[in-house]
Each structure stands twice: as C-alpha cells, then as structure tokens.
C-alpha cells in the first residue's frame, strides 16, 4: 500500500481557513463528563499536534475511552469543547465527522456481511468514489482479511475484528483517526502489519490518537503522550519528557501507584 492511499486525502488536509496556519488535530477545552456523582473526565484541556502519534495512557477507570468517546462524538460532554481538524464538533459535526475515523470499544458492525462487502458498504455511506476497490483490495491485503474473503463479520476473532474496524476507519481517508485500544487481542505479526499501515497513515498527514495499555506499543510508536487519571492530565508531553530517565512504564507506576500487596495464606 502506497502513502497516498493511507494518508489523508489531500483537498480535506488544507483545513478550515486555507489563509491560516493549521489547526492541530485535536483541541479539547474544558472537557466534562460526568456519570451520576462521578466525574469522569475532568476539565481536561489539550492539544493534539497534526501529522503524529499521540498516546493517551492512564489506568482502567481513568477516562481514557470516555475522552475518546467524546472526540469521536459518540457521547456528548457535560461542559467544554471538542475541535477536530480546526472544526467546532458541536457546531461543524458534518466537518468533523468527515474529518475523523474512529475505531473504539464496543462499536457494532453489520455481522452478516464479509469484510470485502463491508468495506464497499462504507465507501457507498461515506460517498468514496471508484477508488473504494482499490482501497478495499489494499487494506484487506495489509491486514492479511482477504485470507478470508467468504468469511462473514460474525464468524471473525476478535483480532480480525479489530483489523476490520481499523480498515473501515481508513476507507475514507480521513484526517484524524481516533483508536482505542487498537493493538488488544492483536497477534505480534498481526500488531506489526498495524504498525506499518499506522506509519504510512501518519507519513503521509493524517494523526492517530489512540488509547493503549501496551507501554510497550505506546514507547515504539507515538512521540507525545499525555498520561490520564481520575479523569485528569498527570503529565503530558513529548515521549522523552513523560518517560525520564526510564521507562514509560515506570514512569506509569511511579505516578500512578501499584495495586496493594496482601500475602493470601491459602496459596502459600
């Protein structure tokens, strides 16, 4: 797969106001969620660069998917805004929504279709003229899904899945893609093949930000990172910045904390 087919496409990447320096990726301001008495997300304000990997890190519970949630408008914040590609997501959605391509947790797909169906089913919603088959072939081809070309949505692992939704994201080649968790219950081959197709996405514009609890994945791919929790920013930077002197992942722990330690008799 070639760099134009993976990047964004070109007329959508000169943003709003042509006559004006980029907008970033990604601006939220103020951004609010709350569930009941829980506060999810907390006020967050932060600026995803275009044309990189950005990682969001944080424990289970941290608000890392619900912020996710929110960019890709799939849930509506309490209070704060959300710009995507210099677009008002609450005033611009069809910009936005142009702009976007989103891979989160949970999100159904038609299970009676095979991935090559579902795949033209997404160029025809998303008005991809007859550059769709070319793109379709190519994904399927990365993602190694044409090794199963008659094998319907309802019978794929959850890894194939993941590599179907990745693919429907890409389709229309849109500016920004928003991924949670993309590398859970992906093979090390299959992760690999991810990495590359990612690469050539971001070599070629577009900006992935994405949710991961792979510090290892995180550390070998993205060049800013913001660690999340109790629906707060810890820290926030370039990777050398957050990490230190060691690793992301201890760096994770030491802001973080560990889970107490308690010696259970029984299994001694």
């Not at 019978?155 to 899945?161: C, H």
Request: net charge negative; hydrophobic share 40%; aromatic share 4%.
């Amino acid at each position: 797969m070639d760099r134009r087919t993976a990047g964004p496409d070109e007329p959508e990447a000169q943003g709003p106001d042509p006559g004006r320096a980029p907008a970033p990726a990604v601006r939220l301001s103020g951004l609010t969620k709350r569930f009941g008495d829980h506060v999810a997300v907390d006020a967050i304000d932060l600026t995803v660069p275009r044309g990189m990997f950005y990682g969001i890190v944080g424990p289970n519970g941290a608000g890392k998917s619900t912020t996710l949630s929110m960019i890709a408008g799939l849930l509506a914040p309490d209070s704060g805004t959300v710009e995507v590609a210099g677009f008002d997501a609450a005033r611009q959605r069809e910009q936005v929504l142009d702009a976007l391509g989103i891979m989160m947790e949970g999100l159904s797909l038609p299970e009676r279709l095979t991935g090559a169906e579902l795949l033209e089913y997404t160029a025809r919603l998303r008005g991809v003229g007859p550059q769709w088959r070319e793109r379709a072939h190519d994904l399927l081809e990365v993602l190694e899904l044409d090794r199963a070309p008659t094998t319907l949505i309802v019978d794929y692992s959850t890894g194939m899945r993941k590599k179907i939704g990745l693919a429907v994201a890409l389709m229309h080649r849109p500016r920004v893609l928003v991924l949670d968790e993309p590398f859970e219950a992906i093979d090390p081959v299959s992760a690999r093949a991810i990495e590359g197709l990612l690469g050539q996405y971001v070599a070629g514009g577009g900006t992935v930000l994405l949710s991961s609890h792979m510090m290892e994945v995180v550390e070998r791919t993205c060049e800013r990172v913001a660690l999340i929790q109790g629906g707060r920013i810890l820290t926030e930077g370039t990777l050398a910045e957050v990490r230190g002197e060691g690793t992301l992942n201890q760096r994770f722990l030491d802001l973080v904390g560990t889970a107490p330690q308690r010696d259970i008799a029984w299994l001694g």
